[in-house]
């Protein structure tokens, strides 16, 4: 694993800029930790093998930025493009505003060291490249889309980092549209904090490609806030993201809905985490996987509920299917429970089609591939059964009915 | 329109149908009766082609058309339509959207040019209202939340969008109670047609007081042991199906 640090994080002479402390002390912790392995929980089911087999040698030659895909809805686009965004190529809502990160910006004690677990969180600060702000002070009707791409060409390792801050009584709908490129390493932080009584639509549409796509998120709500996150991930060759979202105050409200189109050799693992720290809470979330081929999905889902955050509610369900032989799904819900007058449920299935279902569209009509895709486009979306019909729903099932 | 030739039919290993004969013409209805077990069931599975049904030995033309050559929605293109006795729930996918796909996937294979949205739902609107069903449902998942009886109207629903050239019906009639049977049987009479031909099959004889078929026949142990029209229905509701045994210990003793 040392070898993997070598590449990643070499002992080189880092850039001196406002953010100089603050990586060397991502470095140390980095150093003193290691990347995860085999035996290190929270990754067992996710080798790194793909990334110590690349050299990260550099980033080739950069082609131009690919074209936007047209978006059926009003939205502001932000591009970020191997790891890097131009402000001035986008004209944001009023109300909002993007400004680069400064050292100042950095909680680090609030940074989790949780051993090699959140090393790659570490590693993006300890080679932190571009790092943004995004401040919501307005209900913002208009989405911001934030487009992120990676050249084909692409080898090299970027460590991006945004921030996003909510105030209060404000609203954001971020859509991240993301795929991915060449055999690099994006290695993204997403810090969110969001003010009382606010409010975040969080839509993550994503295809990692051959890139190694890993994020780390955490997201603290306020008093009476709402945390929504919708997720789609077409798959990619190694695709890693946790999401923590932390209800801080009462009547703070966290869902998390995904849903993982898994394909050829694609490995995608979700880590979430939903912490009920005060009461009265709710939260939700819903999780569907279909593997076919040799693909892999892993997801756990974890709910904590801490001592004295009583009048918590919980519900968690996840959906899997087995498309062939050789697909795996590794899924678990976690509940740790310590407060009182608590509901907490979680449900977990994995099965095949539904071979009566699949004779009966048979029987009127629809060929066998025809049934099998409408059955599994019918087992992905129910987790969108909560996005509002719209624009943005309809472009979101569109892209997911061309997956299924 | 239909024949069916001395039909073995073996599910998991065992034989159900045992040598079945029936010839079913244009625009006539035919009712197959008889008791539990004695391949109702297996019957309406086999013409719709459901995988684990096996002919061992017979045939079944439709249309000239040898059957056990054709895939489930090539038998629906060509005209046969199932109305199951248990519906499918289908969660996640929508009522309208399916049966929009599949009408569009049967007019496609047969060289006919696809439905358009608006006049689709039209015509669903219209049979829906006949059945006394709630717009709503189309919204719905295939199924989902459906009252047995809706289930079955469902069924009839989309007969009636299909269009299709012989419908088999297999115990449409159980779990309903008189109310609904009356609404089922309207929407089965309103698609009679000299074109179209109807398999009703049933365990009970009341849907026929109100269906009226041409003529009822009584399956047994995985054959046709009698046939004949309207009254023979009748006397199997004041006898009951114990006359076959009679019937069979005649004809072993004869």
């Not at chain 2, 009712?31 to 391949?39: D, E, F, L, Y």
């Amino acid at each position: 694993m040392s070898e993997l640090l070598e590449r990643l994080a070499p002992d080189d002479a880092l850039p001196s800029d406002g953010f100089a402390e603050l990586r060397r002390h991502a470095q140390k912790i980095l150093m003193q930790h290691g990347f995860p392995h085999r035996k290190t929980e929270n990754w067992k089911y996710t080798p790194l093998t793909l990334l110590q087999q690349r050299s990260f040698a550099g980033t080739g030659e950069m082609g131009p930025l690919p074209a936007a895909p047209e978006l059926p809805f009003d939205a502001a686009v932000i591009r970020m493009h191997n790891g890097e965004i131009d402000p001035s190529a986008t004209k944001l809502p009023r109300g909002t505003s993007l400004t680069g990160l400064v050292a100042d910006d950095v909680d680090v004690d609030a940074l989790v060291a949780d051993g090699p677990n959140d090393a790659f969180a570490w590693l993006n600060l300890a080679r932190l490249g571009q790092g943004w702000k995004l401040v919501v002070d307005e209900r913002v009707e208009r989405p911001i889309v934030l487009l992120t791409t990676v050249d084909d060409a692409f080898e090299g390792a970027v460590h991006p980092r945004l921030h996003v801050e909510i105030g209060p009584d404000s609203a954001l709908t971020l859509v991240s549209l993301q795929s991915g490129g060449g055999a690099g390493l994006h290695n993204a932080v997403l810090d969110v904090r969001m003010g009382e009584r606010s409010k975040m639509l969080h839509v993550i549409d994503r295809s990692g490609g051959d890139t190694v796509w890993i994020e780390h998120a955490t997201v603290r709500v306020a008093a009476g806030a709402s945390y929504r996150a919708f997720v789609s991930d077409a798959g990619g060759a190694l695709t890693r993201q946790d999401l923590r979202v932390s209800l801080d105050a009462p009547e703070a409200r966290g869902a998390i809905h995904g849903v993982a189109t898994l394909t050829d050799r694609a490995l995608v693992d979700y880590h979430t985490t939903i912490e009920h720290h005060v009461g009265p809470s709710q939260s939700a979330e819903s999780f569907r996987i279909l593997a076919d081929d040799r693909a892999t999905g892993v997801f756990n889902g974890r709910i904590l509920i801490v001592p004295g955050a009583d009048d918590s509610h919980s519900e968690m369900n996840t959906g899997n299917l087995l498309l062939s032989e050789n697909a795996r799904i590794n899924t678990k819900p976690e509940l740790e429970i310590h407060a009182e007058d608590v509901t907490a449920s979680h449900g977990a299935t994995i099965g095949q089609l539904d071979d009566d279902a699949r004779f009966y569209l048979r029987s009127r009509g629809l060929s066998e591939r025809e049934a099998t895709a409408l059955l599994k486009y019918g087992f992905a979306a129910a987790v969108f059964d909560d996005l509002e019909p719209g624009p943005l729903a309809d472009w979101l099932l569109e892209r997911l009915k061309a997956r299924a | 329109m239909l024949k069916i030739e001395n039909l073995h039919v073996e599910v998991d290993g065992k034989e159900i149908l045992k040598g079945l004969d029936l010839e079913i013409g244009a625009g006539e209805m035919h009712a197959i009766m008889g008791p539990n077990g004695s391949g109702k069931s297996t019957l309406g599975y086999t013409l719709a082609g459901r995988d684990g049904y096996e002919i061992t030995e017979g045939r079944i033309t439709f249309e000239g058309k040898d059957l056990a050559e054709l895939e489930p929605e090539e038998r629906a293109a060509a005209g046969l339509f199932l109305a199951l006795q248990y519906p499918v729930e289908i969660p996640g996918v929508n009522n309208a959207y399916f049966l929009r796909a599949a009408l569009n996937a049967q007019r496609k294979a047969r060289g006919e040019d696809e439905v358009d949205s608006m006049a689709f739902l039209k015509a669903v609107r219209e049979q829906l209202k006949v059945l006394k069903m709630d717009e709503a449902l189309l919204k719905r998942a295939v199924n989902e939340g459906f009252s047995g009886g809706e289930k079955k109207r469902n069924e009839i629903v989309q007969m009636a969008v299909l269009q299709p050239r012989l419908a088999v019906l297999d115990e449409t009639d159980s779990g309903l109670d008189i109310d609904a049977l009356k609404l089922v049987a309207e929407g089965v009479n309103r698609l009679r047609d000299p074109e179209r031909s109807f398999v009703v099959i049933t365990h009970y004889q009341r849907l026929l007081d109100y269906l009226e078929p041409d003529h009822v026949h009584v399956l047994s142990d995985g054959r046709i042991v009698e046939s004949g029209d309207r009254s023979l229905a009748e006397r199997l509701e004041r006898e009951g199906y114990a006359f076959l045994d009679e019937g069979a210990a005649e004809a072993a003793g004869a």
